[in-house]
């Protein structure tokens, strides 16, 4: 399904770009926001500009992808939004072509990778939230494990629980992947940039589903 797709990509966008190359994560937006404040308070793995670009990139993304919302109608809105995605990280790719060789990117060239990569997974966010019909977010894992909390209270306490049964399996699943994408970015061997050359070429293999089978994708099951 998209929710538990996108959620791989996220983790594995995540953990790759941490640890080899901006010190941030680009979609986990709660991480960055700590990092900010402990970068304000004299202590943190992360200066305090690169958690706060990350932030500001990840909201660009989210303005992107409503501008496409509003001008972009029917079932395949989501192949637009994940074709928007994958131009930003082909640029990611185009633009580090000579920094390869660098752990953590800084100055311009560092500050022009955060706001791509965190623009992308701000994007990325948009098919979820209003395309692919569910309330799970695959950008951010606080929230999700929060859902889970009130699922299983609900399976708890009602006698009806199919549709909470049902929920708490599409929210574990997303964890789950969102885990095993950041395991296998931390595990993937190679420079950094074919990895997100993977991820782009997953994100535009999913785009071009979209805009073949976009009932497919849109499934009640998939809400």
């Known amino acids: 399904m998209v929710a538990v797709l996108l959620a791989a990509i996220t983790g594995f966008v995540d953990a790759v770009a941490y640890s080899r190359f901006l010190g941030v994560f680009p979609a986990n937006q709660s991480g960055n926001a700590v990092f900010l404040g402990m970068a304000l308070g004299g202590s943190a793995p992360a200066t305090v500009w690169r958690p706060a670009t990350s932030m500001a990139g990840f909201a660009l993304g989210i303005v992107v992808g409503q501008t ?36 953590v990117i800084g100055g311009f060239e560092g500050f022009v990778l955060i706001v791509l990569a965190s623009t992308a997974m701000g994007v990325q966010t948009e098919v979820i939230r209003h395309v692919a019909g569910t309330a799970v977010a695959t950008t951010y894992q606080t929230g999700a494990i929060a859902h889970m909390g009130e699922a299983i209270s609900r399976v708890l306490s009602r006698t009806n629980r199919l549709r909470e049964e049902r929920e708490l399996a599409v929210l574990l699943m997303v964890l789950g992947a969102y885990v095993g994408g950041a395991a296998i970015g931390a ?30 994708l849109l499934r009640p099951h998939d809400d």
């Open 68 to 103: 496409l919302r509003r001008r972009i109608r029917g079932p395949r809105l989501g192949g637009w939004l994940l074709i928007c995605e994958l131009a930003l990280f082909v640029v990611l790719m185009v633009v580090t072509g000579p920094l390869e060789g660098a752990h």
């Open 187 to 216: 595990a993937a061997p190679g420079r950094w940039r074919w990895s997100i050359g993977l991820v782009a070429v997953v994100t535009g293999g999913m785009a071009l589903l979209w805009f073949a089978a976009p009932a497919q």
